[in-house]
């Protein structure tokens, strides 16, 4: 063996040996300090343990101690002290947030700040100490960076255990009581018994009944979850409740309440102090008070402008079916004019709170928008800028192949290859261009076959487009797209694809402006009629069975049907899980009344005529009704 060779095994046991006895210091030093922190543990004060922490990082930073050890000495005490003592400890821990981002603790001890401060959010109540719970978020948040993906929302999963109770029994409501006993212990007052301080305070004067409760409170259920909002018979039942809200806080403004002002001067006296609370206080005690409290307004009007926030906003883990359809989108944008408004009106600074929380809701869609890319990391590589580098001589192309000119035009070959080649300098952005997007709308489309239908054109059935296999297939293919007849269901039975575009084209036909729908009729239409049209009216007005049930017929019928509804359900042929799920949707019996026409309607489709509900209404024993109908 060379002397230089074994110079270097003898240098590298050195080394060795001499890491594995540094190895051995800082376990012997880790255990001690663990030591002597379990033997003060209930006998010292939290100085003396802040004491010990404060050695474990000095020795951490002088190489003679585990970078572990600190944070394992503050699990241990954390996990032994009651919480009153866990505050002061924990103030110690938000101080040194610069110290454990460091790169001597970051790495180490990330994993263990995650586990201690995951153990305390456990043994914390989020209503009795929610203020601790806070600091411990924004603690997290100071600790990790913002690209940390363990700490987001990814798939806008909401806390559905946030449950708002309320008293949802009428019969122990006191509000109907309230009133009178009001006014019966306000006799007994005498004159002078209010105090000087007291003479300015009067009762907020808006009239709040149990049914003004019950659909206050249930507004909750769907800020709690947002997605059940795009289901018809939630949407309609949140729709209703949520005009209703915003009508109360539209009438009755809190400028012209002296209760509010004289709050809003005691807080002003004292310093802003105020109450908080983690929960909403949902007696009907505190109902009148509530809605003439400032904060509390805020409180509401914001949570529906998060929940419009979600509705229309693009989120990449939303299901396929949770799309606003055009009325819900008008309505959305109407109501958040309106929330936008009271928030501006209610005081103190209603403009400048409007304004804040515009720009926070700004930014939480930017937020959205970062996480649907996929989180990409906010730090930016550092732009090296490249001399430029010398032209090389390149010969030149032959005439033939390239113009001359600054548009520089390749040649193909070909007349069309040329042209094709040349609308795009870079071919692949043009594939991607809007502008390739050729699917047509429905009258262009159909628009040949409607007039072709038309039988004061005497267009023999050989000749018509609907008899083209190929213009059949775009058809199903756009019909699938773009109209709700594709999808309805239907009994009659169709020989042939031909037949049954002849179907769609005379539904469509009567949607377009342009064409009356009395001029389409389809042989299936002549066949069921066998001569009977002879015997009717020869006026201009539709026939009984082409008569659709309006919205506005829906709405009288279902007033007039209160809580006998169910009666007619029966008649309707509707099943008694669909009637678990209109109870279920709304506690209501006018709207439920409706929720049950409604189905009928979409289930129905085309059927859901006039003549088919009065059958069914006389059916059921409300003949009065079906004869308001007919004559409607």
Same mark, same amino acid.
């Given at each position: 063996?060379?002397?230089?060779?074994?110079?270097?095994?003898?240098?590298?046991?050195?080394?060795?040996?001499?890491?594995?006895?540094?190895?051995?210091?800082? &376990?012997?030093?880790?255990?001690?300090?663990?030591?002597?922190?379990?033997?003060?543990?209930?006998?010292?004060?939290?100085?003396?343990?802040?004491?010990?922490?404060?050695?474990?990082?000095?020795?951490?930073?002088?190489?003679?101690?585990?970078? &572990?050890?600190?944070?394992?000495?503050?699990?241990?005490?954390?996990?032994?002290?009651?919480?009153?003592?866990?505050?002061?400890?924990?103030?110690?821990?938000?101080?040194?947030?610069?110290?454990?981002?460091?790169?001597?603790?970051?790495?180490?001890?990330?994993?263990?700040?995650?586990?201690?401060?995951?153990?305390?959010?456990?043994? /914390?109540?989020?209503?009795?100490?929610?203020?601790?719970?806070?600091?411990?978020?924004?603690?997290?948040?100071?600790?990790?960076?913002?690209?940390?993906?363990?700490?987001?929302?990814?798939?806008?999963?909401?806390?559905?255990?946030?449950?708002?109770?309320?008293?949802?029994?009428?019969?122990?409501?006191?509000?109907?009581?309230?009133? &009178?006993?009001?006014?019966?212990?306000?006799?007994?007052?005498?004159?002078?018994?209010?105090?000087?301080?007291?003479?300015?305070?009067?009762?907020?004067?808006?009239?709040?009944?149990?049914?003004?409760?019950?659909?206050?409170?249930?507004?909750?259920?769907?800020?709690?979850?947002?997605?059940?909002?795009?289901?018809?018979?939630?949407?309609? &039942?949140?729709?209703?409740?949520?005009?209703?809200?915003?009508?109360?806080?539209?009438?009755?403004?809190?400028?012209?309440?002296?209760?509010?002002?004289?709050?809003?001067?005691?807080?002003?006296?004292?310093?802003?102090?105020?109450?908080?609370?983690?929960?909403?206080?949902?007696?009907?005690?505190?109902?009148?008070?509530?809605?003439?409290?400032?904060?509390?307004?805020?409180?509401?009007?914001?949570?529906?402008?998060?929940?419009?926030?979600?509705?229309?906003?693009?989120?990449?883990?939303?299901?396929?079916?949770?799309?606003?359809?055009?009325?819900?989108?008008?309505?959305?944008?109407?109501?958040?004019?309106?929330?936008?408004?009271?928030?501006?009106?209610?005081?103190?600074?209603?403009?400048?709170?409007?304004?804040?929380?515009?720009?926070?809701?700004?930014?939480?869609?930017?937020?959205?928008?970062?996480?649907?890319?996929?989180?990409?990391? %906010?730090?930016?590589?550092?732009?090296?800028?490249?001399?430029?580098?010398?032209?090389?001589?390149?010969?030149?192309?032959?005439?033939?192949?390239?113009?001359?000119?600054?548009?520089?035009?390749?040649?193909?070959?070909?007349?069309?290859?040329?042209?094709?080649?040349?609308?795009?300098?870079? $071919?692949?952005?043009?594939?991607?261009?809007?502008?390739?997007? %050729?699917?047509?709308?429905?009258?262009?489309?159909?628009?040949?076959?409607?007039?072709?239908?038309?039988?004061?054109?005497?267009?023999?059935?050989?000749?018509?487009?609907?008899?083209?296999? $190929?213009?059949?297939?775009?058809?199903?293919?756009?019909?699938?797209?773009?109209?709700?007849?594709? %999808?309805?269901?239907?009994?009659?039975? %169709?020989?042939?694809?031909?037949?049954?575009?002849?179907?769609?084209?005379?539904?469509?036909?009567?949607?377009?402006?342009?064409?009356?729908?009395?001029?389409?009729?389809?042989?299936?239409?002549?066949?069921?009629?066998?001569?009977?049209?002879?015997?009717?009216?020869? $006026?201009?007005?539709?026939?009984?069975?082409?008569?659709?049930?309006?919205?506005?017929?829906?709405?009288?019928?279902?007033?007039?049907?209160?809580?006998?509804?169910?009666?007619?359900?029966?008649?309707?042929?509707?099943?008694?899980?669909?009637?678990?799920?209109?109870?279920?949707?709304?506690?209501?019996?006018?709207?439920?009344?409706?929720?049950?026409?409604?189905?009928?309607?979409?289930?129905?489709?085309?059927?859901?005529?006039?003549?088919?509900?009065?059958?069914? /209404? $006389?059916?059921?024993?409300?003949?009065?009704?079906?004869?308001?109908?007919?004559?409607?």
């Amino acid at each position: 063996m060379s002397p230089s060779l074994f110079n270097f095994i003898d240098a590298k046991d050195k080394f060795t040996v001499r890491n594995r006895k540094n190895t051995e210091k800082k &376990t012997t030093l880790d255990q001690a300090l663990r030591g002597v922190l379990g033997d003060q543990i209930q006998k010292t004060s939290c100085d003396d343990y802040l004491s010990l922490i404060y050695l474990s990082i000095d020795a951490v930073t002088e190489g003679i101690c585990s970078a &572990t050890t600190p944070f394992v000495l503050l699990g241990d005490v954390l996990d032994c002290l009651p919480l009153d003592q866990c505050d002061k400890i924990f103030s110690f821990v938000e101080e040194n947030v610069s110290t454990w981002k460091s790169n001597s603790f970051y790495t180490a001890g990330k994993n263990y700040l995650l586990r201690m401060c995951n153990d305390l959010l456990r043994r /914390l109540s989020k209503s009795q100490n929610t203020v601790f719970c806070g600091r411990i978020q924004l603690f997290l948040a100071r600790l990790f960076p913002l690209s940390e993906k363990s700490g987001l929302n990814l798939q806008s999963q909401f806390n559905l255990d946030n449950i708002t109770v309320f008293n949802k029994n009428e019969q122990e409501s006191t509000l109907g009581q309230k009133h &009178t006993e009001e006014k019966e212990d306000g006799m007994e007052v005498e004159e002078g018994e209010m105090g000087e301080d007291d003479s300015n305070f009067t009762f907020s004067s808006i009239p709040i009944d149990y049914n003004l409760y019950r659909k206050f409170w249930t507004l909750q259920d769907y800020f709690r979850n947002p997605v059940q909002c795009y289901e018809k018979f939630s949407w309609m &039942t949140f729709l209703k409740y949520s005009d209703e809200t915003l009508a109360v806080f539209k009438s009755y403004k809190l400028d012209d309440m002296q209760a509010s002002k004289r709050k809003l001067e005691e807080l002003r006296a004292s310093g802003g102090e105020h109450v908080y609370f983690a929960k909403f206080l949902t007696s009907e005690k505190l109902m009148d008070l509530q809605l003439s409290d400032s904060n509390f307004r805020r409180h509401i009007l914001l949570q529906y402008l998060i929940l419009f926030q979600y509705l229309k906003g693009q989120v990449k883990f939303k299901s396929s079916s949770c799309v606003l359809n055009d009325d819900q989108t008008v309505w959305i944008e109407e109501t958040t004019k309106l929330v936008y408004q009271l928030l501006r009106e209610i005081p103190p600074d209603g403009d400048k709170f409007a304004t804040m929380v515009e720009h926070i809701l700004n930014t939480e869609d930017n937020w959205n928008g970062w996480k649907n890319e996929g989180c990409p990391s %906010f730090v930016k590589e550092r732009y090296s800028y490249d001399k430029p580098k010398r032209p090389t001589r390149k010969r030149q192309a032959p005439e033939d192949f390239l113009g001359k000119g600054p548009d520089r035009k390749i040649f193909m070959g070909n007349d069309e290859l040329t042209r094709l080649w040349n609308l795009n300098q870079d $071919n692949m952005e043009a594939c991607k261009s809007d502008s390739r997007e %050729f699917m047509p709308s429905l009258d262009e489309f159909f628009a040949e076959a409607i007039e072709q239908a038309d039988p004061a054109n005497m267009v023999e059935d050989e000749y018509k487009v609907v008899r083209n296999p $190929n213009y059949g297939w775009r058809a199903l293919r756009l019909l699938s797209r773009r109209s709700p007849h594709f %999808f309805q269901p239907t009994n009659q039975k %169709f020989k042939s694809l031909a037949d049954y575009l002849d179907s769609m084209v005379s539904k469509l036909a009567k949607e377009l402006p342009d064409i009356p729908s009395e001029e389409i009729k389809t042989g299936e239409e002549d066949d069921d009629d066998n001569g009977d049209n002879l015997l009717k009216d020869s $006026n201009d007005s539709p026939s009984m069975q082409s008569k659709m049930v309006t919205n506005n017929q829906m709405d009288e019928i279902a007033a007039k049907l209160g809580a006998e509804w169910k009666a007619l359900a029966s008649h309707l042929e509707m099943k008694a899980a669909e009637l678990r799920e209109i109870e279920t949707d709304s506690e209501d019996v006018d709207m439920q009344a409706k929720l049950l026409l409604v189905a009928w309607q979409d289930r129905e489709g085309a059927q859901a005529t006039v003549d088919s509900l009065v059958n069914a /209404l $006389n059916a059921a024993g409300f003949s009065q009704i079906a004869d308001s109908l007919n004559e409607a």
